[in-house]
């Protein structure tokens, strides 16, 4: 399964949030690929900077690439040109390469350099977005570990 990073770590902090993940009105399939991923820490997916598993039956999805549009940054309005910014300040931050198949087990240990540079990945959208996102994504790496025995520190 693809997988773009900055999805797997929205899952992840969905998890710390507690949130029921129900079908989206856009029709794609994160919910799905959630609910997978809660249930299987050892499951392959292989890392993208293009639209991945989630983006699969999305009225957003037209030629394979997101047509949907942005409106909480000033220098990006195309949704595809800015996920594929946030998924390559990511992959260089964690060490993460593409093309690579990674476990949800694995994706976890890079999570302490995504929170600590948390920050820096997202600088240019609301500061205090993004620091309930890094709260809430702690959250759901504590909870993810514990239901599955990973025994991932996070330093921050
Ligand atoms: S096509 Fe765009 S809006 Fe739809 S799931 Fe993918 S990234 Fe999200």
Do not use: W
Not at 5 to 34: E, Q, T, W
Not at 93 to 122: D, M
Request: aromatic letters at 10%; one cysteine or more; glycine letters at 6%.
């Amino acid at each position: 399964m693809k997988i773009r990073i900055h999805h797997f770590f929205d899952i992840i902090r969905d998890f710390g949030i507690g949130k029921k993940i129900s079908p989206h009105p856009y029709l794609h399939v994160y919910h799905k690929v959630a609910q997978y991923i809660l249930e299987n820490p050892d499951a392959g997916f292989e890392i993208v900077v293009e639209s991945d598993a989630i983006c699969d039956g999305c009225i957003h999805l037209v030629n394979s690439m997101c047509d949907d549009l942005i409106t909480h940054r000033t220098d990006f309005i195309s949704k595809e040109d800015f996920n594929n910014y946030i998924d390559k300040r990511i992959i260089k931050v964690c060490n993460i390469e593409t093309g690579i198949v990674y476990t949800p087990r694995l994706l976890c240990e890079f999570a302490n350099k995504y929170i600590e540079n948390i920050e820096l990945i997202y600088q240019g959208n609301d500061l205090e977005h993004t620091l309930l996102r890094k709260e809430n994504v702690l959250k759901g790496l504590h909870y993810y570990s514990e239901k599955h025995g990973l025994g991932i520190k996070c330093r921050t």
